[in-house]
C-alpha cells in the first residue's frame, strides 16, 4: 500500500488549494446537475470562455483578475439571454460569438501586461497551486450564496428544469429564473477556472453529476452524490499530480473523466 | 346574468395578431359552469393561442376576456393547464407524485416550500386520475398513457373550476385515449369541473363533449354540440363530409 502523502497539506498553499477544490466540488455538485437537466452545457462552456476577457483585463489592471472574470462571466450570461431573445440570433449562435470575443479580449489584454506566458497558461489549464487566500475568500462566499439561492428556490428550479412551458403558464417568472440560473452557473465557472483551467471547466462541472445520475434517482441524492464525487476527483488529482509531479488541473480531469467511463462501461 | 348558470369563460370580440398577421379574428365565446367543451381546427389554427389568452399569456390586441368575471392572469390559479405534449426529459429524476406538486405552484407562491396540505392534495389529485399506486414512480418508468394521466393529476391538483387541455391524448395509444376521455367525462360531471379540451379528432370526442367549436383564425360556434357543414368546410378550408345526426358525429377528410 502506498501512504497518502498527506504532510503535503502541512504547507499553506496546499490547504488554500484542498478548500479551493472542495468548495468548487460543492458549487459543480449543485449548479452542474441543473446545467445538464436543463441542457445548458454549451451556454456554460462559452460562459467560462467569455470569462477570460475579464479576467484578462483586471489583469493588465493589475487588479483582482477573477473578481473581474466574475463581472465579465455574469455580463455574458445576461447578454446571451438577451441577444438571443430579442434579436434574430439563436443561442447557440450567440453563444459561439461571446465564447470568442470573451477569449480574444482576454489574450489581448495578457499580452498587453508583464509575465503574460506562465500566468496565461494557468488560467486556461488550472491552477490550483496558486491559489491565494483571498481566492479562498472569494470562492467560499459564491458557493455560500449559490446554495442559499438554490435552498430557497429549489421548487422554483425543478419547475424549470422539468417543464418550464408549463412553469410559465402557472406565472413562473421563466425568464427571470433562466438568467439567475446562468449567472450561478457564471460564478461558479470562474471558480473552477482557478480549478482546472478555462478549457476544461465544463468537464468538471458535468463529470460529477453525470456519474451520480447514473446511479442515484432523487434529485437531492444526485447532488449530494456529485458533490462527494466532485471531492475525491479534486483530492485524488491534487495528491497524484503532486507524487508524479504532473499539472493539477489535467489530473483532476483525468481522474474525473476515468471515473466517468468506467462508470458509464459498469452500467447500471 | 339571466341564466341561473355561473359564467366561466366569456370572450368577446377578441382579436390576436402575432407579427402583422391574424392568428385570432373576432372570437367570442361563451361558456358556463360544468360545459365541456371541445375545440377542433385545423393545425396552426389558433387553438393553443385561445387557450394561452385564457391563461392571460397572450395580450389581446382588442377584445374582453373574463374568467370567473375576472382579468384572466386574476383568475389563474383557479385554472388548471395541461400544455400541448409535455417535452420532458425521459430519465429526468422525478417521481410522479413530485410532477403534481408543481400544479400546487400557483397556490403555494414564490419562495414559499410545499407543505403538508399540497401533498396531501397531490396524492388525492392522483388518487382521482387512479393512479395513486403508482405515486412513487419516476415519471420516465411510466407508460405514455400514465404521464398523461399524471399531467392531468397535476393540473387538477390546485382544484381548479375550469380545465384547459391542450391535446393531452397526442401519442396515447386508442385503449388508453377511451380511458383517458371517460376519465375526463367523470371529472366533468362528479366536479362540475368546466372542461376546454383542444383536439383535432372530432370523431374521438364527439360522444363525450357537450359543446363543439371549430377554430381556424375565426371560431364557429352555436353555444351548442351542433356544427354545420358549411362551418367545417370554412375551418377546414377543404371539402369534409360531415355526418351530423349520427352518434358518434364524425368529420371525414376527403381523400385526395
Known sequence: MIELPLDIFQYEFMRSALAAGLAASVLCGVIGIYVILNRIVFISDGIAHAAFGGIGLGYFLGLDPLAFGVCSALVTAAGIGMVSSRQRVSEDTAIGVFLATGMALGIMFMSLSKGYARDLYGYLFGDILAVTRSDVLLILALTSVVLIVVYLLYKEFLILSFDPVYGEAMGLPVQSLRLLLLCMVASSVVVLIKIVGIIMVIALLTIPGAISRQRLKSLPGIMAGSVLLGSIFVFVGLIVSYLLDVPSGATIILTASLAFFISTLAGR | ?256
Open chain 2, 1 to 256: 346574468m339571466i341564466d341561473s348558470a355561473k359564467v366561466i369563460v366569456f370572450i368577446k370580440g377578441l382579436w390576436v395578431t402575432r407579427e402583422g398577421h391574424p392568428v385570432l379574428e373576432n372570437v367570442s365565446l361563451d361558456l358556463k359552469e360544468g360545459d365541456f367543451l371541445g375545440l377542433i381546427g385545423p393545425n396552426g389554427g389558433g387553438k393553443s393561442t385561445l387557450l394561452k389568452v385564457m391563461l392571460g399569456l397572450i395580450k389581446p390586441d382588442r377584445g374582453e376576456v373574463k374568467i370567473f368575471g375576472l382579468e384572466p392572469k386574476a383568475a389563474r390559479s383557479r385554472v388548471g393547464y395541461m400544455p400541448q405534449k409535455t417535452l420532458f426529459d425521459q430519465s429526468f429524476p422525478i417521481k410522479a407524485i413530485d410532477v403534481v406538486l408543481m400544479g400546487r405552484y400557483p397556490r403555494t407562491g414564490f419562495l414559499r416550500p410545499y407543505g403538508q396540505a399540497d401533498r396531501e392534495a397531490s396524492r388525492r389529485a392522483l388518487e382521482a386520475v387512479g393512479m395513486k399506486d403508482l405515486a412513487d414512480r419516476e415519471i420516465g418508468a411510466l407508460s405514455g398513457g400514465e404521464q398523461q394521466r399524471v399531467f392531468v393529476a397535476r393540473a387538477l391538483v390546485s382544484e381548479p373550476e375550469l380545465l384547459l387541455l391542450d391535446e393531452p391524448t397526442a401519442g396515447v395509444d386508442a385503449a388508453q385515449q377511451t380511458e383517458f376521455y371517460d376519465l375526463l367525462c367523470r371529472l366533468n360531471r362528479k366536479l362540475g369541473i368546466t372542461i376546454v379540451l383542444v383536439s383535432h379528432d372530432v370523431t374521438a370526442i364527439s360522444q363525450y363533449v357537450n359543446k363543439i367549436a371549430c377554430l381556424n383564425q375565426r371560431l364557429y360556434y352555436h353555444g351548442s354540440k351542433e356544427l354545420t357543414a358549411e362551418d367545417i368546410e370554412k375551418a377546414y378550408g377543404c371539402p369534409v363530409e360531415l355526418i351530423a345526426h349520427g352518434t358518434p358525429h364524425r368529420v371525414l377528410r376527403k381523400h385526395d
